[in-house]
């Protein structure tokens, strides 16, 4: 049975000694310094429930990949087929019949106050208290299709917030769509969902996918939408909070610096203004909170899995006999990646590498192994990269291809998005194709034999 929502998920999560309870007083810019240390510690998630205001603040529930498999409900083994699996079979939503948990409470005009929430500032030099795990649902304003995304908003006043939507995301493209069509855009912050609507946001699909097909086909069963209050959007019924928004896209504010997900801060630049409409939510709703900043938080763990998916299933549709895919949430995700595959002709690793530097999460770093190395372990790939390397005749490095999203290191950062160029490089680890190479000194049958003298270590 897939996840009904948030709550039934922070069960499994304590379950699994995954979530921790904080009960003393905690300053909301004490939050990032307490999850540096729920990192340190594994990633355990945490409930702060002492906040000073009315509602507990649970972080950290995407911080490490035993809480993704959870929230997944398989294991490693099974993870990357359930995923395309999934992918492969959507399931369309459903509107919910009666009334919504997530409207249990509605507010608007001089009732609204963003003020209320625990939201804190994670980073010292972060441009204010930020809200980081909320999802945006917006729409196509041609076709109506639905997005679903992870955006940053930051909190500006009671009833205001400003926010980074990048022109390549479509919750960018669609505010830019919307501008030029003269309309306002719209947008539905959402907190605290049934995990895989948070994982969905990270898959890569076309433009004019309907998310909530994603998703379902992902939970294996239809996700339950309600019409917003004040905008023509749907949401996730059982939702803890919804955030209803319209953008003033005449009046920019700095918005920023933000620790991003890179590990450096990003510049304060003018953004857009949103103006909140509707608060809506549970009766007594659980706010969530997501650390943001040097590698690995949650932002990476939850692109881990879906962008592993997404570009397995892309690649194989050229390259049939790779086995697997890795990319590497200390890298930020999609700038180091790992391949495993059994060459069909000399020459076919380095292809791999010229398709993954093209691709649409744009790789700083391929490396392409045979498919004995486990993609997975940094140890086996650097073992690879020790002893199957020449580096003249291994390596590729294409230069003036487009940079990945915020790459501190290109020449000059602050150019604006479409000019920022970067180069790549590709390393085929692959064992000389049809060639003899050396055997590998391994101790075969160690594994049947018996050592109880190692038992319990
Ligand atoms: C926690 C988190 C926060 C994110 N914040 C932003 C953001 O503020 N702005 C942005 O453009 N992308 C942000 N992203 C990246 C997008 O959510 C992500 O790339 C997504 O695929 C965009 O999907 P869409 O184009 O379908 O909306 C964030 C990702 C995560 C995981």
Known sequence: MPYQDFRQFLDVLRQHGELIDVNRPI???????????????????????????????????????????????T???????????????????????????????????????????????????????????????????????????????????????????????????????AQKLGIKPRGA????????????????????????????????????LVKCKTCDIEVPATAEMVIEFEVDMDTTVMEGPLGEYTGYYTPATPKPVGRVTAITHRKKPIFQGLLTGEPVTENHILKQIPF????????????PTIESVSVRASAGVSFYVVISMNQRFAGEARQVILASMSSNIRPKWTIVVDPDIDVHSSSEVEWAMAF???????????????????????????????????????????????????????????EDFAMPELEGR
Request: glycine share 10%.
């Open 27 to 73: 300053a909301m810019a004490d939050v990032g310094k307490a999850l540096k240390h729920a990192y340190k510690a594994g990633g355990v998630a945490v409930s702060f429930n002492d906040t000073g205001t009315e509602f507990p603040l649970v972080c950290g529930v995407y911080s490490n990949r035993a809480q993704a498999l959870l929230a997944f409900q």
């Open 75 to 177: 294991d490693e083994k099974g993870i990357l087929q359930k995923v395309l699996d999934g992918l492969d079979n959507p399931i369309a939503p459903v509107m919910a019949k009666g009334s919504a948990p997530c409207q249990e409470v509605v507010l608007t005009g001089d009732d609204i106050d963003l003020r209320r929430l625990p939201i804190p500032t994670y980073s010292p030099k972060d441009g204010g208290p930020y809200i980081t795990p909320g999802i945006v649902v917006s729409k196509d304003p041609e076709t109506g299709v639905p997005d679903i995304g992870h955006y940053r908003f930051l909190i500006l006043g009671k009833d205001t917030v400003s926010f980074s939507a990048q022109p390549f995301h479509r919750f960018g493209k669609n505010q830019l769509k």
């Open 189 to 224: 912050l959402v907190i605290g969902v049934d995990p895989i609507l948070a994982y969905t946001c990270q898959v890569q699909v076309h433009d004019q996918t309907n998310d909530w097909e994603v998703a379902g086909g992902l939970r294996g069963a239809p996700v339950e």
């Open 308 to 319: 592993e998916a997404s570009f397995l299933k892309t690649l194989k549709r050229q390259f």
């Open 388 to 446: 199957r390397v020449q580096p003249q005749k291994d390596t590729i490095i294409v230069g003036d291809i487009p940079a990945g999203p915020s790459d501190p290191s290109i020449d000059d950062p602050k150019l604006a998005r479409p000019m920022r160029t970067a180069s790549a490089i590709g390393v085929d680890a692959t064992k000389p194709f049809g060639k003899p190479f050396s055997e590998v000194a391994d101790v075969p049958g160690w």
